[in-house]
């Protein structure tokens, strides 16, 4: 009885020890969570101690053991684990081995799904091949069999195919070299497979003569040469989406030079076109013909100059009628047939999620109502096997929103980071705060088929902290500024600069409720202007213009001369503040009297931190670094006006970042620490408490992936 005592005092003391030392540590906590995982078998215990130390600062510990807490809870066989897995690779893209081994447990866990035998598995990527347009417009497409993708590769520039059985590539063309291209270069675009994988149709785009429509074999070895189908110096876009079961037709999208926008059928054999819809309408994500060959099925948006919701439509390739199949408030998108054709496939976000539906069609008509196949789907589709599995395209990038508590004073991390973004998928970039704290928004790309930010509409999130709930709304206008919205003063609406629904441009106010956008400003297509923002009391509109004749992209890299203009709302009479070389974006003080801007200066290869007074004078100067430091991207005011954050590079790679609170008064400037540097902003928002951050974190780079879901058709059967 002795012995046994001492030896349970011994352990007592031992796990007290362990506990102080956990205390201390996150790594030791960890290890004794893992500890009591292995050693000692107790998986609930093991999920309290790897909970305190999933809430430390230390990002590497708190992923691992997350994903140590999730297979705990797998084998309790708690679905809490499937939520735990998504959150690392939600919020922890950064920390690589513990993204990727929840990834992987995704994946096993997709494939065990017995809901119907359902399961899903990715087959090709991330790849560099695959450009940020590689899902856009029919830009890839699989053969009946679903062994053949053809595609145009990105770090070529030609057009290839390919094997998913293999994971080999072929190339059916032969550009030139990067260094012997010049402008006048042609090259490829677009493409399909024929279901039969022995043919591809293709656009090749010269730049002198305009879009020819070719044909090239896939049957033998070697470079095949390639044959003209159509051409006509009337066309301005040219797409193929698909090809006819029996391979005499192809499905084209094209662009006439009045505007006019077509749907039509192109002979394989001998390239006559026969056009099945004209109008002035933006053109389909995705067509696809019935496995009969008698019907296409597309999706059109509801609106002209809008791309935000799409119905689906059914036409008979005889053009004998078109009905439609899937309408309503949804945003929907084709995404294929059954093989036997008895339904057709749409993605759709009518649930809250973006998902994949099916509805029943008889003879070209849509019969009862649409049956969830699965949650948690990308609208990229590459088309349906003979078989009945599904290939498509997923985009998404590390790039993403963390907010951060820290102490200004002396530039330390209190708690967090944190992602208010709930989804992994696409882009989430440019977060502000609200006037009044209590929401941050930002602009997400998640819910297109292309989500770089240079096309497309984005959607705008708005996060309560206190509820942890996001709403989005869609911006109802046929082009969103990016960057270059702001918070207005009332709380309840954002300045943004665009294009509404009929493609006129200016500076709106967007209903954060509604997404209904008012015009504040309207000005001349030629105009560039951008990060336009309104003064404290409403009254005035600030905004950057250009007189470099370019883009904002260059004026966002300061590669052109630029004036900050102030324009009185009541009366419409502008003034011009100051005209810069060089100049980069600015931010307005929060009491409306001082810009904050950074410059390129040439003369002494330096950048500065300047600031400018809004009622005229000199700018003063508040920080300059020279190469290899420099300033990157905009300055971002502190609530009480006093200070400055602006980001320091030290080195052409981007990758060694850090955030630097730089005060008004000339005092000297402090490193915010915010955790890991690597690929930090350029975009940063202090809240009006003064003490969180949010920012943008993680590698621009949007990757992409094919995944085939396979088995979910018998749920259309099961759910009659």
């Given amino acids: 009885m002795k012995v046994t005592r001492m030896w349970i005092v011994a352990s007592i003391a031992a796990a007290l020890a362990i506990s102080a030392s956990a205390q201390r540590t996150p790594e030791v906590a960890l290890r004794a969570a893992m500890e009591t995982e292995t050693v000692k078998g107790d998986l609930k215990g093991a999920i309290e101690q790897y909970k305190k130390v999933a809430q430390s600062g230390n990002r590497a510990l708190a992923a691992q053991a997350l994903v140590h807490m999730a297979e705990c809870y797998q084998k309790l066989g708690d679905s809490e684990a499937q939520k735990i897995y998504e959150r690392v690779v939600r919020e922890f893209g950064d920390q690589k081995d513990a993204a990727s081994a929840a990834r992987a447990h995704l994946g096993r866990n997709e494939a065990n799904a017995t809901s119907a035998g359902m399961t899903s598995r990715r087959v090709w990527g991330p790849s560099p091949a695959m450009s940020w347009n590689f899902l856009d417009a029919a830009g890839a497409t699989i053969s009946g069999d679903g062994r053949l993708a053809s595609y145009n590769d990105y770090t070529t520039g030609n057009l290839a195919v390919h094997d998913f059985s293999t994971g080999q590539d072929r190339y059916l063309t032969t550009w030139k070299r990067p260094e012997q291209r010049d402008q006048r270069t042609p090259y490829p675009q677009q493409s399909a497979v024929s279901r039969d994988g022995k043919l591809v149709a293709y656009t090749w785009f010269?730049?002198?003569?305009?879009?020819?429509?070719?044909?090239?074999?896939?049957?033998?070895?070697?470079?095949?040469?390639?044959?003209?189908?159509?051409?006509?110096?009337?066309?301005?876009?040219?797409?193929?989406?698909?090809?006819?079961?029996?391979?005499?037709?192809?499905?084209?999208?094209?662009?006439?030079?009045?505007?006019?926008?077509?749907?039509?059928?192109?002979?394989?054999?001998?390239?006559?076109?026969?056009?099945?819809?004209?109008?002035?309408?933006?053109?389909?994500?995705?067509?696809?013909?019935?496995?009969?060959?008698?019907?296409?099925?597309?999706?059109?948006?509801?609106?002209?100059?809008?791309?935000?919701?799409?119905?689906?439509?059914?036409?008979?390739?005889?053009?004998?009628?078109?009905?439609?199949?899937?309408?309503?408030?949804?945003?929907?998108?084709?995404?294929?047939?059954?093989?036997?054709?008895?339904?057709?496939?749409?993605?759709?976000?009518?649930?809250?999620?973006?998902?994949?539906?099916?509805?029943?069609?008889?003879?070209?008509?849509?019969?009862?109502?649409?049956?969830?196949?699965?949650?948690?789907?990308?609208?990229?589709?590459?088309?349906?096997?003979?078989?009945?599995?599904?290939?498509?395209?997923?985009?998404?990038?590390?790039?993403?929103?963390?907010?951060?508590?820290?102490?200004?004073?002396?530039?330390?991390?209190?708690?967090?980071?944190?992602?208010?973004?709930?989804?992994?998928?696409?882009?989430?970039?440019?977060?502000?705060?609200?006037?009044?704290?209590?929401?941050?928004?930002?602009?997400?790309?998640?819910?297109?088929?292309?989500?770089?930010?240079?096309?497309?509409?984005?959607?705008?999130?708005?996060?309560?902290?206190?509820?942890?709930?996001?709403?989005?709304?869609?911006?109802?206008?046929?082009?969103?500024?990016?960057?270059?919205?702001?918070?207005?003063?009332?709380?309840?609406?954002?300045?943004?600069?665009?294009?509404?629904?009929?493609?006129?441009?200016?500076?709106?106010?967007?209903?954060?409720?509604?997404?209904?956008?008012?015009?504040?400003?309207?000005?001349?297509?030629?105009?560039?202007?951008?990060?336009?923002?309104?003064?404290?009391?409403?009254?005035?509109?600030?905004?950057?213009?250009?007189?470099?004749?370019?883009?904002?992209a260059q004026l966002r890299l300061g590669s052109a001369d630029s004036a900050f203009v102030e324009r009185d709302l009541a009366s419409g009479t502008e003034r011009e503040i100051i005209r810069r070389p060089n100049g980069f974006p600015a931010d307005l003080s929060p009491d409306g009297r001082f810009i904050a801007t950074t410059s390129n200066d040439e003369s002494t290869k330096s950048l500065t931190l300047v600031l400018i007074p809004v009622s005229g004078g000199e700018p003063r100067e508040l920080l300059r670094l020279s190469q290899p430091e420099r300033l990157f991207g905009p300055a971002s005011w502190t609530p009480d006006g006093n200070s400055i954050i602006v980001e320091k590079v030290r080195n052409d790679s981007l990758t060694d970042r850090e955030f630097l609170l730089v005060p008004v008064d000339g005092g000297q400037p402090r490193k915010i620490d915010v955790g890991p540097t690597i690929g930090l902003g350029p975009v940063q928002t202090v809240h009006p408490d003064g003490k969180q951050i949010a920012y943008v974190v993680g590698d621009s780079t949007v990757k992409q992936e094919v995944w085939v879901l396979e088995n979910f058709l018998p749920a259309l059967n099961a759910k009659k």
């Fill in 206 to 552: 010269n730049p002198q003569k305009g879009y020819e429509l070719r044909v090239t074999s896939l049957e033998g070895s070697g470079m095949p040469q390639s044959r003209l189908l159509l051409y006509n110096d009337d066309i301005l876009l040219l797409k193929p989406n698909d090809w006819s079961p029996d391979g005499n037709w192809i499905a084209v999208q094209l662009q006439r030079k009045g505007g006019t926008q077509q749907m039509g059928l192109v002979s394989a054999r001998d390239g006559s076109l026969r056009v099945l819809k004209s109008a002035d309408w933006q053109s389909a994500n995705r067509i696809f013909f019935s496995p009969d060959g008698k019907y296409l099925g597309f999706d059109a948006p509801v609106r002209q100059s809008s791309n935000d919701q799409r119905d689906v439509f059914i036409l008979a390739v005889d053009g004998s009628r078109e009905v439609p199949a899937v309408t309503g408030p949804s945003d929907d998108t084709m995404m294929g047939w059954s093989p036997d054709g008895k339904h057709l496939l749409f993605a759709s976000d009518r649930g809250g999620t973006l998902s994949l539906w099916g509805i029943s069609v008889t003879d070209g008509r849509p019969q009862g109502s649409p049956v969830l196949l699965k949650s948690g789907i990308s609208r990229g589709s590459l088309g349906v096997s003979n078989s009945g599995s599904l290939y498509s395209g997923i985009q998404f990038s590390d790039r993403d929103i963390q907010v951060a508590t820290v102490d200004f004073k002396t530039g330390k991390l209190v708690s967090g980071p944190i992602n208010p973004a709930k989804s992994f998928l696409g882009v989430n970039e440019y977060p502000e705060w609200s006037p009044d704290g209590k929401y941050l928004s930002y602009l997400s790309f998640h819910n297109r088929i292309d989500c770089s930010c240079t096309y497309g509409i984005p959607v705008l999130a708005i996060w309560s902290p206190e509820t942890g709930e996001t709403r989005e709304i869609q911006p109802k206008l046929s082009y969103f500024g990016v960057p270059g919205y702001n918070w207005a003063p009332d709380g309840r609406s954002f300045i943004v600069n665009g294009r509404d629904l009929k493609n006129r441009p200016g500076v709106y106010r967007l209903d954060a409720q509604t997404g209904d956008a008012t015009p504040l400003m309207m000005h001349e297509p030629s105009l560039a202007i951008d990060l336009p923002q309104l003064s404290p009391d409403g009254k005035r509109l600030y905004y950057r213009r250009n007189f470099s004749g370019i883009g904002s």
